[in-house]
């Protein structure tokens, strides 16, 4: 139970969305700090705790080896038995293997070479400078970490999503929570594709609600380059388009603030919050470089913080596109009895998070109990 967080993840981490986001259905945080972020511990206990009130009948430590159709429902091989069901809810998660790119592989053999799954903290890696590859929440947390550990730490930086931690005295996902960005449906989404597939907002849930962007990073000693290109004769090569990848950052912080404040100004609630804020824009360092020699000794270690996948290799039905995601439709599969629930912009921009999983579960188990009905 609660495998994912114990075990794929680092020991600093907290949540990025606040305690009081954290709800599962029937289950709403009730201790004494509403604000703030909850220990990967408290996670694994609030999980328990869940399993323990909802009385779901919840079966531990039993590994899916394969769903296959069967009939007109589904034959399920576990490392206890065979199941067989006629209709199948996929809730593996939309992050079970770290992504990273086929650049790893013409790495020289002297760079150790880390995912977020393996990463526990600074200590486990070898002397000398990092190189962290991505800038979102991992790449920014990890970056930040292995920094203030003492270590020299190069950014590799791509398209992220830039956000403060608090606006106008609010954390920020209050903001996305009260004025409905979140509940943004699906079927409203200009484009879905591109939204399921945005990278994690650069935030990190600390006591103090630091912001985490990227001058924060600058400020600390975090060198900034591009986006990585590709390996050559031994040198890793980076884009020069920092400029342009900063700017657009800034930009869709800045439409979205807006958002906000129409917002709060449409709905009355400008006297409840602060002032409008607005933050100094992402600084271009004077010159990003553009090369780095991977055989020089100078990048001891590189931590892939690029994102996560799915694993469906259990998954004996043909309802995962070429490029490993599951087809759904508002997690409704493209074959009947089968449901998903749990991935990014399921049903709503919110999907994404625990406290997303409330309004998914109720709408996808009503198509569920509709198809028994039916077939009954
Ligand atoms: C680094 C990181 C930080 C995050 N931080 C936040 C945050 O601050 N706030 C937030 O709301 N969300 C956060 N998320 C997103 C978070 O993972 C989801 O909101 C939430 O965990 C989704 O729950 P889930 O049960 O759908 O998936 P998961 O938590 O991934 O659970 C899926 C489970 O299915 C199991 N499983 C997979 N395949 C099989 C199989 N074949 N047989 C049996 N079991 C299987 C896995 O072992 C796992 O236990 C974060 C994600 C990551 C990766």
């Known amino acids: 139970m609660a495998n994912s ?39 694994i206990e609030f999980i328990e705790h869940f399993a323990k009130v909802s009385r779901a009948p919840v079966r531990t430590g039993v590994n899916v080896t394969s769903v296959r159709p069967a009939g007109d429902g589904y034959q399920v091989t576990t490392s206890h038995g065979e199941i067989a069901s006629r209709t199948v809810v996929i809730a593996s998660g939309a992050c079970n293997q770290p992504a990273v790119p086929p650049l ?34 991992t790449g920014v947390q990890l970056a930040a970490e ?29 903001w996305m929570d009260a004025s409905g960005v979140w509940d ?37 000693g975090v060198e900034l380059i591009g986006r990585w290109a590709a390996v050559r004769d031994g040198r890793a090569l980076f884009s020069g388009g920092l400029r342009n990848v900063f700017s657009l950052a800034d930009l869709k912080m800045e439409r979205l ?14 006297a409840e919050v602060g002032p409008p804020e607005r933050f100094a824009a992402t600084r271009v360092p004077e010159s990003a470089r553009l090369q780095l020699d991977l055989g020089s000794g100078e990048i001891a270690a590189i931590v892939w913080a690029t994102g996560f996948r799915p694993d469906y290799r259990w998954l004996d039905v043909p309802v995962v596109d070429a490029k490993g995601r599951l087809n759904h439709e508002g997690g409704v599969a493209g074959r009947p009895g089968l449901y998903a629930l749990g991935l990014p912009v399921l049903r709503r921009r919110r999907s994404t998070f625990i406290s997303g999983i409330e309004d998914d579960a109720r709408a996808v188990i009503d198509h569920l109990a509709r198809y028994l009905a039916v077939r009954r």
């Open 257 to 270: 603030l807006g958002t906000f404040d129409d917002w709060a100004t449409a709905e009355g609630h400008d």
């Open 184 to 220: 943004q449906r699906y079927d409203e989404v200009e484009d879905l594709t591109r939204a399921r597939r945005l990278p994690s907002p650069q935030l990190v849930g600390t006591p103090e609600r630091a912001t985490l962007d990227l001058n924060a990073l600058a400020s600390a």
């Open 146 to 174: 292995l920094r203030r550990s003492g270590r020299p730490v190069t950014l590799s930086v791509g398209e992220h999503v830039r956000l403060p931690r608090t606006y106008r005295g609010r954390d920020v996902l209050w």
């Open 104 to 137: 790893r592989e013409a790495v020289p053999a002297s760079v150790e070479q880390l995912t977020p799954f393996g990463y526990r903290d600074p200590g486990q890696l070898p002397d000398g400078g990092v190189l962290v590859v991505g800038a979102s929440a």
């Open 5 to 43: 967080w114990r075990r794929e993840r680092w020991d600093s981490l907290r949540l990025l969305t606040p305690n009081w986001q954290s709800r599962l259905p029937g289950l709403r945080y009730d201790g004494p700090d509403p604000d703030g972020y909850m220990t990967m511990a408290e996670v």
